[in-house]
């Protein structure tokens, strides 16, 4: 056979392998596209990997409120009690954590119950307010953590009393609006930075790291370590336990 037989034969083999490789990539990325269809329906929030890791899921992000309290307590009633909440009414998680409840008292986890909602009060807007509803709410139930964290602005804010006393608080927003007590032990492992009253916090240069935006990352973290981060909860207690929902008594 001369070189002018063999030439149809190549161009008929080339053009099959070609035919068949693409045939098997289109196999492929149709069972990839299937797969991925069974994931979204099984998990509709998140890919199934990220799952695995708490730290950087996005369901957590989405979990979490942008400000709660957590409180050492396993009584709602009692919670509810001390807030003064009107017109209480049963809430799940799901409905809780959407964040349109003025106050969601949790169910207990781990001995501490969250309240998490808008009718908590702000310390960038009212330093003062948020003072007096920390302390006051402490002596009525002993020790209540406080944090709230803006991850468009940095403001961020975390307190911790007992009794009627603060131990711990820190709030920042475009300034130190308050700082009292030590550093505990969980913001010095943190590496958190907390300014002083008269001090500014510059703006980091290219390549430097945001303090601002570090402290914010790690209030989670810094809310593991002192009680609970409502983003680490199991799935499967917020599918199956109530809390209860409703307004404050009054505005801080």
Not at 53 to 63: C, F, H, I, K, P
Not at 183 to 201: H, I, M, P, R, W
């Amino acid at each position: 056979m001369n070189t002018a037989d063999l030439m149809p034969l190549l161009l008929l083999l080339l053009l099959g392998m070609a035919l068949g490789t693409g045939v098997v990539l289109v196999v492929l990325v149709s069972r990839w596209v299937r797969r991925q269809r069974a994931l979204r329906e099984l998990w509709p929030a998140e890919p199934i990997r990220r799952r695995l890791t708490y730290a950087t899921s996005r369901a957590g992000y989405l979990r979490r409120p942008a400000c709660w309290l957590a409180i050492k307590s396993r009584n709602l009633l009692t919670v509810q009690s001390a807030l003064g909440l009107h017109n209480p009414k049963p809430c799940s998680w799901t409905e809780g954590l959407a964040g349109e409840q003025k106050l969601f008292i949790a169910p207990s986890v781990n001995g501490w119950i969250l309240v998490i909602g808008s009718g908590l009060p702000d310390p960038s807007e009212d330093v003062d307010a948020c003072f007096r509803f920390v302390v006051d709410l402490s002596r009525k139930l002993g020790q209540v953590q406080f944090f709230s964290a803006s991850r468009i602005l940095n403001h961020h804010a975390w307190v911790k009393a007992e009794a009627g006393r603060v131990l711990r608080a820190y709030a920042w927003a475009g300034k130190t609006l308050w700082n009292q007590g030590p550093l505990t032990g969980a913001e010095k492992q943190l590496n958190l930075v907390c300014f002083d009253y008269a001090q500014s916090a510059d703006r980091p240069s290219f390549g430097q790291p945001d303090v601002l935006a570090a402290n914010t990352d790690k209030l989670p973290l810094l809310a593991a370590r002192w009680s609970l981060d409502p983003a680490g909860i199991d799935e499967r207690f917020l599918e199956q336990e109530h809390g209860i929902a409703g307004e404050p008594s009054r505005r801080f």
